[in-house]
């Protein structure tokens, strides 16, 4: 059966073992599943499927992302991005649920919400420099997967390698791709766009996020590993509990 994995398990290990650690590394409780949905963004003004925008719609959730970014330790474009891909799967696929404190927690394990390496997000929710994981060529500990883009997304012509905050590749990108910010261009590496790409294939698998049993189906599709849907978990609940925890604005 094809692979439809958006990262093999080894790739993420031999990520996280090149990445500096904290001096007092961060590690949110044990959750069960689902996590906290935390607090909704506000109703925005959506794309439609294929529209340009003159300007990035995940904008809209400003406000909302600067009452929660610091607290949370997430970038406010990275909230804007996990906000906006509920709101907009949340369209085409009602009954799924999925929420931004699962995209969070995604975006927490794979990449620190694009800041893995010493990469930064910037305020389009890119970082810079690009996210570019190990290629896929069977060593020890690595999947073993040849070149299917010929190097467009990952610069790599021999193996494929995961892309983007979000650590996509190639060929799940090709299947879900979502230009979620309407500039014309579906980017891995634009976490508005995997954001909503991330949601739109939890929710094809799992069909209901809500549901604990569903919710696991979902995540260990995304990655066969019950220690990374776990960690995973773990993160959401603890976003969606913290931004609860909030004061209330004014």
Same mark, same amino acid.
Request: hydrophobic fraction near 35%.
């Given at each position: 059966?094809?692979?439809?994995?958006?990262?093999?398990?080894?790739?993420?290990?031999?990520?996280?073992?090149?990445?500096?650690?904290?001096?007092?590394?961060?590690?949110?409780?044990?959750?069960?599943?689902?996590?906290?949905?935390?607090?909704?963004?506000?109703?925005?003004?959506?794309?439609?499927?294929?529209?340009?925008?003159?300007?990035?719609?995940?904008?809209?959730?400003?406000?909302?992302?600067?009452?929660?970014?610091?607290?949370?330790?997430?970038?406010?474009?990275?909230?804007?991005?996990?906000?906006?891909?509920?709101?907009?799967?949340?369209?085409?696929?009602?009954?799924?649920?999925?929420?931004?404190?699962?995209?969070?927690?995604?975006?927490?394990?794979?990449?620190?919400? #694009?800041?893995?390496?010493?990469?930064?997000?910037?305020?389009?929710?890119?970082?810079?420099?690009?996210?570019?994981?190990?290629?896929?060529? #069977?060593?020890?500990?690595?999947?073993?997967?040849?070149?299917?883009?010929?190097?467009?997304?990952?610069?790599?012509?021999?193996?494929?390698?995961?892309?983007?905050?979000?650590?996509?590749?190639?060929?799940?990108?090709?299947?879900?791709?979502?230009?979620?910010? #309407?500039?014309?261009?579906?980017?891995?590496?634009?976490?508005?766009?995997?954001?909503?790409?991330?949601?739109?294939?939890?929710?094809?698998?799992?069909?209901?996020?809500?549901?604990?049993?569903?919710?696991?189906?979902?995540?260990?599709?995304?990655?066969?590993?019950?220690?990374?849907?776990?960690?995973?978990?773990?993160?959401?609940?603890?976003?969606?509990?913290?931004?609860?925890?909030?004061?209330?604005?004014?």
């Amino acid at each position: 059966m094809r692979d439809r994995r958006l990262l093999a398990l080894p790739l993420l290990l031999a990520l996280g073992a090149c990445s500096p650690q904290p001096t007092t590394p961060f590690e949110p409780p044990s959750a069960s599943a689902p996590p906290d949905p935390g607090i909704d963004p506000p109703a925005v003004q959506l794309l439609a499927e294929g529209a340009r925008a003159p300007q990035r719609p995940q904008a809209q959730l400003t406000d909302w992302s600067e009452r929660m970014s610091d607290r949370l330790n997430i970038p406010r474009a990275a909230l804007q991005a996990y906000g906006y891909a509920q709101l907009a799967v949340g369209t085409d696929a009602a009954g799924c649920g999925v929420s931004w404190t699962v995209l969070a927690g995604i975006g927490a394990v794979e990449s620190s919400h #694009g800041r893995h390496g010493g990469s930064r997000l910037d305020e389009t929710a890119r970082p810079h420099p690009r996210i570019i994981g190990l290629p896929l060529d #069977g060593s020890a500990g690595v999947k073993q997967i040849h070149d299917t883009d010929g190097g467009a997304l990952d610069g790599d012509p021999v193996w494929d390698r995961a892309v983007g905050p979000l650590q996509f590749i190639p060929t799940t990108w090709r299947e879900y791709q979502s230009d979620a910010d #309407g500039d014309g261009v579906a980017d891995p590496q634009d976490l508005d766009d995997a954001a909503l790409t991330a949601a739109r294939y939890l929710c094809a698998v799992g069909q209901d996020m809500r549901d604990g049993d569903r919710f696991w189906t979902a995540l260990l599709d995304y990655n066969q590993s019950r220690s990374y849907g776990q960690e995973v978990l773990d993160y959401a609940d603890h976003y969606g509990r913290s931004s609860r925890s909030l004061p209330a604005e004014g």
